[in-house]
């Protein structure tokens, strides 16, 4: 069974310009979340997604990034403009029903110039 | 109220050793408390997790121990291993399946 998977791996940009990231979860899971994951810290949950619909997004700078789900499948999160502070890695992670257990991908590592 | 406090930052351990990592909680809506073992450059993925109607779970190498009173858990890994070296994040989730807090990790190296 194919895991998380995310893209791009890496992505370099320069300030104020646009970036996003596109998650796949694994088949069948219906609850995504987004995670940021600063350097040396443990990752803190950006949005959750109960199928298309965001349950959870208190925690997301609306400002400055936003993220959907169509199809209650794939997602993508978007920031726009990007600040030197936006430099982390991005988790994305699914989850089946009502288990506990959340299955993370590799992360997009995020450097902003 | 929402803090995983976690213990130590960093850890060498003798290979064969015992490595014990400590994490401290306030929220009593926690229900479900796991840790994950993070490689350079890989997603964390999930070693053991406990919820708090037990003291005790051990899976092979790894126990996590949980103190409700104190609000406290440790995760022990016994024999520990050069390929056990990792950075191990201790989690507490206050909703069935609802978002994880984490706390800050802990760098393991295992030497030889």
């Known amino acids: 069974e194919a895991g998380v998977v995310q893209s791009p791996r890496y992505k370099i940009i320069e300030k104020k310009q646009p970036v996003a990231f596109w998650c796949n979860p694994i088949?069948?899971?219906?609850?995504l979340y987004w995670y940021l994951q600063n350097l040396g810290q443990g990752p803190e949950l950006l949005i959750r997604?109960?199928?298309?619909?965001?349950?959870?997004d208190s925690q997301l700078p609306k400002d400055r990034f936003s993220a959907e789900r169509l199809k209650g499948v794939d997602s993508t999160l978007k920031i726009q403009p990007a600040e030197l502070g936006d430099s982390a890695v991005y988790l994305c992670?699914?989850?089946?029903?009502?288990?506990?257990?959340?299955?993370f991908g590799p992360g997009t590592r995020l450097t902003v110039l | 109220q929402q803090q995983v406090k976690q213990s130590p930052q960093s850890l060498i351990v003798q290979k064969g050793g015992i490595s014990i990592i400590n994490c401290a909680y306030e929220n009593t809506a926690f229900d479900y408390f796991p840790w994950y073992q993070q490689f350079p450059g890989k997603g964390p993925a999930l070693l053991i997790a406990?919820?708090?109607?037990?003291s005790e779970k051990k899976e092979g190498r790894f126990t996590i121990s949980f103190n409700k009173s104190a609000k406290q858990f440790s995760l022990h890994i016994m024999d520990s291993q050069p390929g056990d070296s990792a950075t191990y994040f201790c989690a507490a989730s206050p909703d069935q399946g609802g978002k994880l807090i984490f706390g800050q990790g802990t760098e393991l190296s295992v030497k030889p």
């Open positions: 997604y109960e199928n298309e619909e965001a349950v959870d």
């Open positions: 406990i919820r708090p109607d037990v």
């Open positions: 088949s069948g899971h219906n609850t």
């Open positions: 992670a699914s989850r089946q029903g009502a288990g506990n257990e959340q299955f």
